[in-house]
DNA sequence: AAAATTGCTATCGTTTTAGTAGTAATAATT
DNA sequence: AATTATTACTACTAAAACGATAGCAATTTT
């Protein structure tokens, strides 16, 4: 899994990662829908073509943003997982909504997410906990 | 300047709009570097090529996140300034910084960057209040 | 045993990007 | 005043990425 970086850079960087109309868009679905399988992501309202979608799950595991498993009772379905790192990216995601749903409205229709008047670092710690928390039913 | 949106959630939305490997870079040099000049940011260390620079101005303006202005000093260069819309994203940018200071160095060589370790609210603010007073200077 | 589901890969036309060259207008230099 | 340099682009073409669809193997369900 080759990469070449721009500069050294910490937000290049990451956007030489995650700096595409995708990557984060799986995230969100991750962090904040609980999607866990191919199918489950595939079918969000984006639509996401299956090719792009196995590229970029290949690319953040290979950055270790997630992990892939299988349960022991089901050996079709992969698991994905968000790795502690990848969880790291709440706050990026938290942002967006926030910047989105005060400026995107004027150019698209945009639904109304529900407590984006809490605090920020509660919202992060509580969509942090809720995941942690749905992992730990599953493994 | 023509977009289509995929889909009515915010985080798409504004990947729909800034979801590229350079528009949050061009964002960076205005907000970071204070930036103003196309010259400026074709000289970042990333090497943006002219045309997609041009594109991207283009479209940061059309969505009112940056203006283009000239001073009657000079007919020849342009400036471009942030908007209020542009200056808010300096928490993602903050956020960016952060998780690529975090976590890229175990790919890619990552400059240290002073001031990280304070808190986030003030690094925002302090960025923020830092472009105003440059702004004042020039117009 | 047959049908459906899941998780992909393959293919291919279209779109986007990247790199270079070139140009017009202004500004600086000689 | 004439030449040179700078700025802000646009134009062009090659390369890469994307997007839609089809297809397939391994499971799971019926």
Redesign the interface.
Known sequence: MK?S?????????????L???WS??IV?DMIIKHKKTFKEISD????IAPSILSARLKLLES?AIITKRKLPENKKENIYLLTD?GL??T???V??????????RE?????D?PGLDTDKSIMVDTIQNNYRAMVRTIC
């Open positions: 990469k970086f721009r500069s050294s850079c910490p937000i290049a960087s990451l956007l030489d990662l700096g595409d109309k984060l868009l969100r969000s309202d984006e639509g950055y790192k790291d990216l706050a990026i995601v942002e967006y909504t926030l910047w989105g749903d005060k400026y995107m150019h698209n229709t945009i639904d997410i």
